[in-house]
Structure formats: structure tokens, C-alpha cells
């Protein structure tokens, strides 16, 4: 059996993972606090499914795969099937988010989001160390496995309940920081469960190495993450304004539909009318008898 070495580099790639999922996390939630507050969902589920699926959990799983070496074997990566794992990592997180914002019923909509989100990060996951051609058998414990799935579910599940209640950022920075050790935790589960044997004609493989997956990775990445920042920046700082402006324009309805409050009146105690006016000369002629 091969030896494994999941900290290649030492604490660099793990602590680089951590704040690749973070950053993603925090994201996703903000775009969903955006996308509850939307007349228009759909824009904002989108931008949170590319932060929490694209950053979030496939960048840092591949984040955390530059760290990994097989003693004796060299590592390349199928380029096609690395990429079908991104696309399926963002689909499934995207599928989650909107199951649970346009859910109407959390109990059913929360377990069910969160399996489809939990079982897709594990298909994704598996789906990435499959691209990964060493020219060594992998195998995989069984029992390991089973708990990377429970815990990508737990996980997903969770990251889902705090697109939903998470308000203000510093919720929402204890909830990223919450989610990134879970979507680590799962993918260092479901590495440790690996298993590499010697096989014969361990030659050079084909596809890319690390290296040369890393360089548009994050030059991708990079790129993307800078615009879900600037774009969640900007809606940050229109929030109030716009907060502003959808009161004065409610208020503004409310007055003219006659029903604003506080009113000038009570409604309890019906307003006195007001006497109506009357010439004194009139009413003096009105009460003189005629002779």
C-alpha cells in the first residue's frame, strides 16, 4: 500500500482552504439575504450559488488537493471531468438555496434542500478525486465514506438554516466560519477514507498537474470572487437608501388611502364638527316676528 500525505505542503493548503470556504460563505449568505429581500430571486440565488458551490466547497476542496501527494505516484487531473464537478457543485448548492427561499413549508423544504445539497457536495467530491489519475488503485473505506456523507448532508442542511435566519454580518461571519470548518471537515473525511495500491505500469498519467490546474484556477477565481464582492458591496450600501425610500413611498400610500398614523384625530372619540358659519344679521332676521 501506498503512503499518503494529505499536508504535502504543511498547514498552508488547509489554512488557504479554510479561507476559500469562508469567503465563499460569507458571500452565499449575504446573496441570500439579498434574495429574501427581492421581489426577484433569481439573480441573487445565482450569485449565492457560484459564491457557496464554486468558492465556497469546489475551490476549496482543489485548494486542499495541492497539499495531497501519493508516495511513488504522480498526480494529474482530468480537465473536462474537474470542470462537470464544478457545474454539479453549483447546480446542487443552487437547487438547495432555492428549494428553502421559495419554500413555503421549512420542515419539508429545509431536509429536503439539504439532501439534495448534501449528497451533490459528495458527488462532487468523488466525482473530483475520480479526475484525479495517479496510475495507483484507490479504494475507499466504507464506513469513512458513509460519514463524509452525513456530513456533507449535516453540513448542507445547516448552511441552508443559516441562509434563512442568519441576519447582520456579524451572524453572519460566526455562520461562515461554522459552515468552512464543516465543508472542510467533510472533505478531509473523505480523504482520509482513501486507500492508494502499487500497480504495475505506474507511469507518467494523462491529463494536467496541479500546477497547471491551479494557474487559471485562480486567476478564474479571483476574477469572480472580486465581482461577487464589488456587487454585494454595492447592494450593501444601497440596502439603506433603498429601506429609506420603500418607507416614504409605503407611508406616502398609507396617507393617501386615508389610513396613516398616527391621525389627527381619534378614532375612538369621533371629531367635533365644526360650527358652520352663519351672519348674525341673517339669524337676527330669522328670529324677528313679522307684524
Known amino acids: 500500500m501506498l503512503e499518503l500525505d494529505h499536508f504535502n505542503h504543511g498547514w498552508v493548503t488547509p489554512v488557504l482552504a479554510y479561507v476559500m470556504s469562508f469567503i465563499g460563505s460569507v458571500l452565499a449568505l449575504r446573496c441570500a439575504t439579498h434574495a429574501r429581500a427581492s421581489r426577484w430571486p433569481g439573480g441573487w440565488l445565482i450569485a449565492a450559488a457560484i459564491s457557496l458551490g464554486g468558492a465556497g466547497i469546489w475551490v476549496m476542496h482543489f485548494t486542499a488537493m495541492l497539499g495531497f501527494s501519493i508516495h511513488g505516484a504522480s498526480i494529474r487531473y482530468d480537465v473536462p471531468m474537474t470542470l462537470l464537478s464544478a457545474a454539479i457543485a453549483i447546480i446542487v448548492v443552487w437547487a438547495g438555496l432555492s428549494i428553502v427561499v421559495r419554500g413555503h413549508r421549512e420542515v419539508i423544504a429545509l431536509p429536503l434542500g439539504g439532501m439534495i445539497t448534501g449528497f451533490g457536495v459528495a458527488a462532487m467530491h468523488y466525482l473530483g478525486m475520480y479526475a484525479m489519475h495517479s496510475g495507483a488503485h484507490i479504494e475507499y473505506r466504507t ?6 456523507l452525513v456530513i456533507a448532508v449535516v453540513a448542507a442542511t445547516a448552511a441552508l438554516w443559516f441562509v434563512l435566519h442568519v441576519r447582520g454580518l456579524t451572524a453572519t461571519f460566526g455562520a461562515a466560519a461554522i459552515m468552512g470548518i464543516a465543508v472542510c471537515g467533510m472533505h478531509y473525511t473523505g480523504m482520509a477514507s482513501m486507500q492508494a495500491h502499487r500497480m504495475d505500469g505506474m507511469g507518467e498519467q494523462s491529463g ?22 464589488v456587487l454585494v458591496g454595492l447592494a450593501e450600501i444601497d ?13 406616502l400610500e398609507l396617507a393617501d388611502s386615508g389610513r396613516a398614523w398616527p391621525r389627527a384625530q381619534s378614532e375612538d372619540a369621533p371629531a367635533a364638527r365644526p360650527a358652520p358659519a352663519f351672519s348674525l344679521q341673517a339669524n337676527s332676521k330669522r328670529r324677528t316676528p313679522h307684524r
Do not use: K
Open 143 to 148: 464506513g469513512l465514506v458513509a460519514l463524509s
Open 208 to 229: 494536467v498537474d496541479s500546477v497547471q490546474l491551479l494557474t487559471p484556477l485562480i486567476m478564474v477565481v479571483t476574477l469572480v470572487t472580486m465581482m461577487l464582492i
Open 239 to 251: 440596502a439603506p437608501s433603498r429601506r429609506e425610500s420603500d418607507t416614504a413611498t409605503d407611508d
